[in-house]
């Protein structure tokens, strides 16, 4: 899921190369090859890389959603802000789906419903959460501060998608927490992906 990592570099920038150097890259599998085994992870860093993964089906979610809705110049209400809501939602939810389903090795031809049932498990809380806090800071920007559809060509729109995906992912980080104590998301750094 080395993904991961140039995606969380896509809002939290040089903080995100930190991390990856100091938690992503002794999970890669070029570093696994000639070190063997990765150094010990410490329970916050686990968690923040979990929320990590569930914030890039969010973050490629929201690109995505974006470029359809205001690619098809579609509306709901007369506004561009709600279609955007329900297609980065649902765009995250397909590529948390997706990237599940590339994960799921030996379910012998149930690789499908495998993925839909870990995600559900494991990804749906935090993939929820994050994309309410996110939304809803767009829903603030546009609504309370701007009251004019902001535009992807803007440089201001992807400013407050990266404030609002900051906000989403400390948001997020309670409800990840919660899933791994619970066992929902300890599979994911047992194996290095």
Known sequence: MEIVWPATA????????LAYRQ???????????????????????VTTIET?????????GAI?????????????????????F???????????????????????????????????????????????ALLGWLALMELMVFHETLHPSSPVFWLIVQIGSIIGFFAAWRPTLWLIRHGAKEELLSTPQ
């Open 86 to 132: 329900i297609g980065d939602y649902l765009a995250a939810a397909m590529v948390g789906l997706a990237f599940r389903y590339f994960t799921e090795a030996g379910t012998r031809g149930r690789r499908a419903l495998a993925a839909i049932r870990r995600f559900l498990k494991g990804d749906l809380l935090s993939v929820s959460v994050f994309e309410f």
């Open 10 to 17: 896509l809002y939290f920038g040089p903080a995100a190369v």
């Open 23 to 45: 938690w992503g890259r002794p999970q890669a599998p070029r570093w696994l090859e000639r070190h063997r085994t990765p150094p010990r992870t410490p329970r916050h860093a």
């Open 52 to 60: 990590l993964h569930c914030a890039t089906h969010c973050v490629l």
């Open 64 to 84: 995505i959603a974006t470029v359809v809705v205001f690619a098809l110049s579609l509306e709901l209400f007369g506004r561009r802000l709600w279609p955007e």
